[in-house]
């Protein structure tokens, strides 16, 4: 199973207000469609349908599902997002699915978002890349909630909930992947719902599609309480989404999400806490890496050495990474979670702004948040003796993850920070490649600081750190040192990242 990482908390500042920036219309084939105008792109191919054929392609895969709704409500950004418009999703259709009694799954409303691939092949939203690869972003989402008793007409709120997840990944250009997490940390509709986080999932019954600018497959999104995001977190998010498809009223089959839903999976089945105890003791958790509130300092520097410690070389040449790891610290570095609110995503750049052609997206650290920290032959390593690592509340309570998902099982975890280009990314004896040694464990590449922990070590630390499972503000700050490893680790107040100043 591959490394995964955590999304940002996106949180309640990312919904808009459906009354002001969309409406509700009747999707009919044929009506209300812009023309597609090429300059370029699908014109060399002489795509020029009143029909834009993405759209048209992810639309018969809505109409093999639902046939005798031809018709559906949507969801419609009222002012395009290639014309200025904050809703980068077109459309958001609603449907209304009858289950399957066979395999004990409720009736539910459905929904499909169209805009996260490319629906006109002209440039106006996505690059034209041609047939062979995603299409866009290569998915669109979807969302599956319980209907109630007497619901007529399916609720609006899931449309607001794909709009700001949507906002995401067009700022950042990270996409998300099956068994990927999303932490909101309030009520997905604003309600008193214990329902408040996300993982995703391949949709169970909408089957990848190719257009003429590429593939769009189509992922679901399920709402989870805070425990089993928690749990996700530990282990992964596909062992979570497994254990809830066996349970008919944390989803069922097709992950189906209640927002009235009270309980969580381990207090509807307590076994289940077992199957996941297990499961991060011989798997280890997959979550690589998170973006936090996190600074180091180097207590082995003499305050008034102003040196650049990036032109500092000390010892021998550090071995390099080798490609697995490099491609997965990358990848931490490039996706991650941000604990803070919308104001942490990546800035929009000037083009996106003004919804000119974006620029390619690429799968290596290139944005300007996180590119500073990719070890390069201008950035010299320097080993330190002594640091002092800084993480907020949320930050510190995943140090346990770390260090018993992770280093014990041979591999690596990295804080990205948020505020900027540090980065801390523990290591075990088993992660080769790494320029911490067991001789230097302590070793700064720029701001990007690599700390080497050996098994003995991390048995220690995680019977020091024990406390920091319970999330209680008033007894912060906590402070663990290891003098004979000449570490320090502080669990600070938010404020204090916050206010870097004070």
Not at 109 to 118: K, M, N
Not at 180 to 192: F, K, M
């Amino acid at each position: 199973m591959s490394d995964s990482v955590l999304h940002p908390s996106l949180g309640p500042g990312g919904h808009w207000g459906a009354s002001r920036m969309c409406r509700v219309t009747r999707f009919i084939r044929g009506r209300g469609m812009d023309e597609v105008r090429p300059t370029s792109g699908a014109q060399a191919h002489g795509l020029v349908p009143l029909f834009p054929p993405g759209l048209q392609a992810i639309y018969g895969e809505c109409r093999r599902l639902y046939p005798e709704q031809a018709n559906p409500l949507q969801v419609t950004a009222i002012v395009k997002y290639w014309l200025g418009g904050p809703d980068p999703l077109d459309y958001i259709s609603m449907y209304r699915n009858v289950g399957c009694p066979a395999q004990d799954v409720q009736e539910h409303w459905h929904y499909v978002s169209f805009g996260l691939s490319d629906l006109y092949g002209d440039n106006r939203v996505h690059e034209f890349t041609g047939p062979d690869g995603p299409s866009g972003f290569g998915f669109e989402l979807t969302f599956r909630l319980k209907r109630e008793v007497g619901e007529t007409a399916p609720p609006t709120w899931p449309a607001e909930l794909m709009q700001g997840l949507a906002r995401y990944v067009f700022q950042s250009e990270n996409t998300f992947c099956s068994g990927d997490h999303v932490s909101w940390h309030s009520p997905l509709d604003n309600s008193e719902s214990r329902i408040q986080h996300m993982l995703l999932t391949e949709d169970p019954q909408m089957q990848p599609v190719q257009t003429p600018f590429g593939t769009v497959s189509f992922l679901q999104i399920v709402g989870v309480c805070t425990e089993e995001l928690q749990a996700a977190q530990q282990w992964n998010g596909q062992g979570i989404l497994e254990l809830m498809r066996g349970v008919r009223v944390a989803g069922g089959p097709w992950l189906i999400t209640d927002m009235r839903r009270g309980e969580t999976i381990f207090e509807i089945d307590p076994q289940l806490q077992e199957r996941v105890d297990q499961g991060i003791e011989t798997e280890g958790s997959n979550l690589s890496g998170v973006s936090a509130k996190c600074v180091w300092d180097d207590l082995s520097r003499p305050p008034e050495d102003e040196e650049d410690s990036r032109s500092i070389c000390i010892g021998s040449q550090p071995r390099r990474l080798s490609d697995k790891d490099t491609e997965q610290i990358r990848e931490t570095l490039r996706k991650g979670l941000e604990f803070n609110s919308k104001a942490a995503l990546p800035p929009i750049n000037s083009q996106k702004q003004s919804h000119e052609r974006p620029q390619s997206r690429k799968d290596s650290l290139e944005s300007e948040s996180s590119a500073a920290i990719v070890p390069h032959e201008l950035v010299r390593t320097r080993q330190l003796e002594s640091v002092h690592l800084k993480f907020n509340q949320e930050s510190g309570t995943l140090l346990p993850l770390c260090l018993r998902g992770r280093l014990l099982h041979g591999r690596h975890f990295t804080y990205k920070s948020i505020n900027g280009d540090t980065a801390i990314t523990f290591v075990s004896t088993g992660v080769e490649g790494a320029f911490a040694t067991e001789e230097h464990p302590y070793a700064a590449h720029g701001p990007w600081l690599q700390i080497l922990l050996t098994e003995e070590f991390v048995e220690q630390m995680l019977g020091d750190l024990q406390e920091l499972n319970t999330r209680d503000e008033t007894k912060l700050p906590k402070e663990y040192s290891w003098p004979e490893k000449k570490l320090k680790i502080s669990v600070l107040p938010d404020s204090v990242f916050d206010n870097p100043l004070q």
